[in-house]
Nanobody, 119 residues
């Protein structure tokens, strides 16, 4: 069992930055692919960024060059550095942990943190 707690959301103006953190409790954190998903009002949840257990990253096109995902396995924490924020980045951001062991999926979600970009 893994519990995820996000923090760092808030209200910022366009062009500003935020750093989201997701602290995980439980075992085998270093074996999970960690992701940041986001859901804007009236839209489907989408994957914004992900980082594998080996450190490989991928991003949705709309955030490439502005967002950076990283992990600190010693602290059981994953981060999302968001720079040059735009109003269209406004959403609830959810932390996700996923791994598969012998075909059995382990998939966990945090409660979400609100990010609002507005002037």
């Amino acid at each position: 069992q893994v519990q995820l707690v996000e923090s760092g959301g808030g209200l910022v103006q366009p062009g500003e930055s935020l750093r989201l953190s997701c602290a995980a409790s439980g075992t085998f954190f270093n074996m999970y692919t960690m992701g940041w998903y986001r859901q804007a009002p009236g839209k489907q949840r989408e994957l914004a960024a992900a980082i594998t257990s080996g450190g490989s990253t991928n991003y949705v096109d709309s955030v490439k060059g502005r967002f950076t995902i990283s992990r600190d396995n010693a602290k059981n924490t994953v981060y999302l550095q968001m720079n040059n924020l735009k109003p269209e980045d406004t959403a609830v951001y959810y932390c996700n942990a996923y791994r598969s062991n012998f075909g059995k999926p382990y998939n966990y979600w945090g409660q979400g943190t609100q990010v609002t970009v507005s002037s």
